[in-house]
Nanobody, 121 residues
Framework: QVHLVESGGGLVQAGGSLRLSCVAS????????MRWYRQAPGKEREWVAS???????DSAESVKGRFTISRDNAANTVYLHMNSLKPEDTAVYYC???????????????WGQGTQVTVSA
């Protein structure tokens, strides 16, 4: 089984920056895509950014130009660099990874438990 742990969240003023990290551990044979989602209180979870196994990235229009997703394959880690943060970015941010646990398994999707990001006005 693959275990995901997010970190790097916290309280920051509008216009500030944060870097989120998500480390995959446990049984890992290979990792395909890695994504970030977020969910604000009372709202549905929404996709934020993705990075493929080949390094191709994409992000939601609401964060484009401000957030950057990247990955370190050797460390089984995906990052989300967040700049020019706005109060509307306040949410719990979740890591979402498609991975193969062992050579005998097919790929599965895994969720992290989330890290809180709060942006004050």
């Amino acid at each position: 089984q693959v275990h995901l742990v997010e970190s790097g969240g916290g309280l920051v003023q509008a216009g500030g920056s944060l870097r989120l990290s998500c480390v995959a551990s446990g049984s890992i044979f290979s990792i395909n895509f890695m994504r970030w989602y977020r969910q604000a209180p009372g709202k549905e979870r929404e996709w934020v950014a993705s990075v493929s196994s080949g390094g191709t990235t994409d992000s939601a229009e609401s964060v484009k130009g401000r957030f950057t997703i990247s990955r370190d394959n050797a460390a089984n880690t995906v990052y989300l660099h967040m700049n020019s943060l706005k109060p509307e970015d306040t949410a719990v941010y979740y890591c979402y990874v498609n991975a193969v646990a062992t050579r005998f398994d097919g790929a599965r999707n895994y969720w992290g438990q989330g890290t809180q990001v709060t942006v004050s006005a």
